[in-house]
């Protein structure tokens, strides 16, 4: 499966973003989808994940109450819908997904094998 993120932005603190991830290949259905971001000088963040079949979903503390990720499978894509943005939300946001992927390796990003190109979140204070 090929992936392709979109979406980001410059926004105010406060503000919203809905990011999409685009993706190819008639098996998208069975993968998990995991938004990861990267903020410069820093490593990789996990920030929410969706299983194939919707349930369960995870998110990082950070983000709880404040992003929202869904799929649709007949569209090929998962969207991360964020509200409440913070300066410190500011990062390359990356689409990743994995087959196979168990409920305790949701949160891990070395678990996603299929990277999408990033697109840039800034936030502004």
């Known amino acids: 499966v090929q992936l392709q993120a979109s979406g980001g932005g410059l926004v105010q603190a406060g503000g919203s973003l809905r990011l999409s991830c685009a993706a190819s290949?008639?098996?998208?259905?069975?993968?998990?989808v995991g938004w990861i971001r990267q903020a410069p000088g820093k490593e990789r963040e996990f920030v929410a994940a969706?299983?194939?079949?919707?349930?369960?979903?995870s998110y990082a503390e950070s983000v709880k109450g404040r992003f929202t990720i869904s799929r649709d499978n007949l569209k090929n894509t998962v969207w991360l819908q964020m509200n409440s943005l913070k300066p410190e939300d500011t990062a390359v946001y990356y689409c990743?997904?994995?087959?196979?992927?168990?409920?305790?390796?949701?949160?891990?990003?070395?678990?996603?094998?299929?990277w999408g190109r990033g697109t840039q979140v800034t936030v502004s204070s």
């Open positions: 990743a997904a994995s087959q196979g992927v168990i409920l305790s390796a949701m949160k891990d990003p070395t678990t996603y094998r299929q």
């Open positions: 969706i299983r194939w079949n919707d349930r369960p979903t």
């Open positions: 290949g008639r098996s998208f259905r069975s993968y998990t």
